[in-house]
């Protein structure tokens, strides 16, 4: 065997071991590469679930703040309510005509003693 033949015998030995190591090493990136591509969607759809659900929360908060607001002012309204109704409904001529009759006994009073 010649030298060259040697050389040619070495380079085809050194391809079939390299070859299906380079195959198996690309094989395994591509799959690497995949499942990066499939973790980026799931970033993404996990992102754009969370947006989702943040709008949501803010919108149900606000329409809380509004159901508050009103029944605050339900509150209110019924609050002065119950406040109207512990004073005295009198039309204004019974009570000048109360206010007359005090004067009144308080002259008799005063008149007496």
Known sequence: MD??????????LIEGAIAPSI???????????????????EIRDGNARHERLEM??????????GEIRGLNARFDTLMTAI????????PDSVLSRLEQLEKS?????????
């Open 3 to 12: 030298v060259q033949e040697t050389i040619e015998s070495l380079r085809k």
């Open 23 to 41: 195959r198996d090493i690309q094989g395994r990136l591509d799959s690497l590469d995949k499942n990066v591509q499939e973790i980026r969607e």
């Open 56 to 65: 949501r929360m803010d919108n149900g908060l606000t329409d809380l703040r």
């Open 83 to 90: 406040l109207g109704m512990r004073q005295p409904i009198y």
């Open 105 to 113: 006994v308080q002259e008799v009073i005063r008149s007496i003693g």
